[in-house]
């Protein structure tokens, strides 16, 4: 492993995480995993993470009660130090301010479970079910101080199929997540990743887009 250094943020199970770690596994990929950080000391994902002998570190939000600035501060300090250069949320469940969104601008990503900017925020499947979509996804993007909101580096859609329960369609949803999260990161680390007036352009790919849009392939 080696190349751009990622600093991955986790609150939970850590499945992309996962994806991440196997992708950087390939002595090819362009990334490293410099650090695992939590701010939960239960993850799961920590463990997946010291399993394949990444650094990990908590810092537990509870240990700065009312004083969110100095809880992000310590985030800041650990990636920093780790030498992190890319910051990865994913699966972490607490809205960052603006400082911090700020600090990392163009250097922090997260994927969200549906095709942004639909569905916004928790409960994405269940959601689309209701609204009785036909397609839905996820998106992998830049992070803005706005929930959900930032420049789209890539999605990949998933049909909704008839007899869709939310957790069907969750699964579905995050074999897609495990796809498009490390092309991602691999787009950045090569250095083909530009935002233009709050817009991604990626270069050196197909111009009609195959390389950003997973499913369905242009
Ligand atoms: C994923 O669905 C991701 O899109 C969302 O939170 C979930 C995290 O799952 N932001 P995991 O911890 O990566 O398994």
């Given at each position: 492993m080696a190349g751009l250094k990622v600093g991955v943020l986790i609150s939970g199970r850590g499945s992309n995480l996962q994806a991440l770690i196997d992708a950087a596994a390939?002595?090819?990929?362009?990334?490293?995993?410099?650090l695992v950080l939590s701010n939960?000391?239960?993850?799961a994902g920590l463990a997946r993470a010291a399993g394949a002998g990444i650094a990990t570190a908590v810092v537990d939000h509870r240990g700065f009660p009312g004083d969110k600035p100095a809880f992000e501060a310590a985030m800041d300090a650990r990636l920093r130090d780790a030498g992190v250069e890319l910051v990865c949320l994913a699966g972490f469940m607490r809205l960052l301010s603006p400082w911090f969104v700020d600090a990392w601008r163009d250097w922090m990503i997260n994927i969200h479970?549906?095709?942004?900017?639909?569905?916004?925020?928790?409960d994405t499947h269940q959601r689309a079910l209701d609204a009785g979509v036909r397609v839905h996804g996820c998106t992998v993007h830049y992070v803005r101080?706005?929930?959900?909101v930032g420049p789209i580096i890539v999605q990949a859609a998933v049909p909704v199929l008839p007899d869709d329960d939310a957790h069907a369609l969750a699964g579905r949803v995050l074999a897609q997540e495990h796809r498009a999260y490390p092309l991602a990161v691999r787009l950045i680390a090569e250095g083909r990743v530009r935002v233009e007036n709050e817009r991604v352009r990626v270069e050196g790919h197909a111009p009609d887009g195959a390389s950003v849009l997973l499913n369905p392939a242009p």
């Open positions: 390939d002595p090819d990929f362009p990334a490293e995993i410099a939960k000391a239960d993850a479970p549906s095709l942004l900017p639909a569905f916004k925020g928790l101080s706005e929930m959900d």
